[in-house]
């Protein structure tokens, strides 16, 4: 037993002197990495009501209302000396029902991979458009369901889309893309597109701009690149924030078949798919004006409101006005409840439809669109993972 003992004891000296005796760990070289992969997204439930001026009267649930549900993987790997490479995939889907978003693709939301360097950020592949990005910035609803705004559409994502993100100097934020329309014939110009953002932040202030332009193939009947120009300027008063925007833009058509109404659809697709150049409708622009509010009312409440205006800059009287009221309440940092009122004016020519981060569907037909009064009531709960 003393024995036993005594060779304990000196196994326990021989182990302090020689953990005191070993270096200090060297810092990391630039070849030592580390990475992560994160698994993500939203479930975004809603109730609805829609009545329509015609006599029409909808009921049903849907999907998407303010945060399209979805299934992401993001990572990163840090490469050393302030770089690090970066990817995303992101997956649609219709919860209500449990079908893909897009049934020609699997990650139809997202796909690229980026390079991150104390210069800036470069990405490839399939990703948000630069009007996507900032619709945060708009109005008190994100551009979303409640947004007249969001009705007359976007632009949301390209395909073989290279970018450039500059870091914030200054209080300024730059961002530049280009996606090939990848033709035969034409070069680069044939079926590209175009886009560039500013932001700039100062305090409780943010304004900026973000633009895009499609062009139609070489030698195209319309020969007319698809324009969306979106100015906005926000104001965090401490309570909530004032938000003011201006777009301009020939983006919208009608839906295919004339299914939905006079505009519901998109020259330049909502998801990816380029200019044709044979829609006439490319040479008719809207400008689309909105002023839009909220107020945190507490920790857990917030409520807020807009009033807009699309007006047809052509003599097709093809113009809407809309608002909305709506209140956010958080039952954990995770899962929020919502409500909103909105009503959507089509003058006689005009047939704008409601649209949220996802799509409403099912929608009224043509005939309870066009030169139609649109009210609609959605009751509704987001969960975030």
Partial sequence: MQLRRAFLTAATLMAC???????????????????SVTLYGSIDQYLQHMRSSSG??????????ILRSRIGLRGTEDLGAGMAMKFTLEHGLFADRGAQAD???FFDRQAWLGLATGHGEIRVGRQNTVVFTR??????SGRTLASTANHFGQPARLDNDIAYISPRVNGVLFEAHFAPGEQATGGPSSKGVWQVALDYLDGPWRVGYAGLRARPPSGAAVDKAIAFDNLYLNHDWGQGKVYLTFIRSNFSTRSSNVVFGNNAGSILGATGALVAGDNTDARRFHNVVQVSADWRVSGKL???GLVGRIHDTSSAGQDATGGSVG???DLSRRTTLYTSYEVLNNARNAG??????????PNFS????NGERIQALQLGIVHRF
């Fill in 352 to 361: 704008f439809i409601l649209s949220g981060s996802a799509p409403v569907l």
């Fill in 17 to 35: 002197t020689w953990t005191q005796a070993q270096p200090t760990a060297p810092a990391p070289t630039p070849t030592t990495s580390t990475s």
């Fill in 103 to 105: 049934s020609t693709r």
């Fill in 366 to 369: 043509a005939a309870d669109v």
């Fill in 302 to 304: 917030r409520v807020g």
């Fill in 56 to 65: 029409a009267q909808l009921t049903s649930l849907n999907d998407g209302a």
């Fill in 327 to 329: 209140g956010f309440y």
């Fill in 135 to 140: 619709s945060e910035f708009i109005d008190y």
